[in-house]
């Protein structure tokens, strides 16, 4: 597979212990690390009461280096997933669509959007998914890559997260900041498209046609940014805590201390699996998402 700057999605989880079990058995997902969050840790995402919560680490079969973390947290009142600005879903690659949702169907998980080829991208098969706590997961089959996108392909039944899903209410200023601070460039621009799972969240015709872009680090997508319509409310979320369902997404970076000003505390280093002993620092972006930077190994 090709490198991704991805290294983790970071979900809330009302049970961390059940979520755990659910990404094991549906998805093959095996669990890695568990352990609390450290107060250093939280302290780094601005979210000081997650201090002392659970959280297990979960992998791919394939080892690829990119992670799931669940994160016990109170669910919060109000949330709902995709019509709100930040973190809106986690799409893994994975072999056969089809054979996923039969295992999904028998699960915890929600089919909330069965196996269908995308619009204009008729190479991509993806099914979308509810986790337990609100979490939105795309599992996409690729069969060849779409023009303009290269993609990974799975090595096993469930492979690694390569596209991380965010809603902005400013596409264009969202694209801006992504390249500024992440080090990233713009891949498709500012693209409509058909896109189901949103019109079926804003309530609105099905053939409802939104505007996406993504981002790319040299030849590889891994950032979709979708435009959200002007009913998208602010996500709830608890003053200290976590914003609730996808919290945040880990990337790498190649020059961390570029980014560091404007950072919520400055760079240290973690304990644990996804820092391995490098630094990193976390942005509070458009419309306050989240994203925790991490050094390249040099």
């Known amino acids: 597979m090709s490198a991704t700057p991805l290294r983790a999605g970071t979900v809330c989880v009302a049970d961390v212990a059940r979520s755990r079990e659910a990404y094991e058995r549906a998805l093959e997902y095996r ?27 979960l992998q791919p079969p394939s080892s690829a280096e990119t992670w799931v973390r669940l994160v016990e947290t109170e669910p919060v009142a109000g949330f709902e997933p995709l019509v709100s600005p930040g973190w809106t879903a986690l799409e893994f690659c994975v072999r056969d669509v089809e054979a996923v949702a039969r295992r999904i169907s028998d699960s915890p998980f929600e089919i909330v959007g069965p196996p269908r080829r995308l619009d204009g991208m008729e190479s991509l098969c993806a099914m979308q998914v509810r986790g337990m706590d609100g979490e939105i997961c795309y599992f996409t089959q690729i069969d060849e890559d779409p023009p303009g996108l290269s993609l990974p392909r799975a090595a096993c039944w469930v492979d690694r997260l390569f596209i991380h899903v965010f809603g902005a209410t400013d596409l264009v200023a969202a694209e801006r900041w992504l390249v500024h601070h992440i080090g990233c ?30 981002m790319v680090r040299g030849a590889e997508t891994f ?17 200290g805590a976590l914003p609730p369902g996808i919290a945040m997404t880990t990337l790498s970076v190649p020059d961390l201390d570029a980014v560091t000003r404007a950072g919520a505390a400055g760079p240290a280093i973690h304990d644990g699996a996804v820092y391995a002993g490098r630094r990193s620092v976390t942005l509070s972006g458009p419309d306050g998402t989240l994203f925790e930077l991490l050094e390249e190994n040099a």
């Open 31 to 57: 669990t890695v690390e568990i352990g609390t969050v450290s107060g250093s840790l939280a302290e780094s995402w601005a979210a000081p009461d997650v201090a002392g919560a659970a959280y297990a680490l």
């Open 223 to 239: 950032l979709q940014v979708d435009q959200l319509p002007g009913q998208a409310r602010p996500r709830p979320r608890r003053p």
């Open 185 to 214: 460039g713009v891949g498709l621009d500012r693209v409509e498209m058909t896109y189901t799972m949103l019109a079926r969240a804003f309530r609105a015709p099905l053939e409802t046609r939104f505007t996406i872009s993504t």
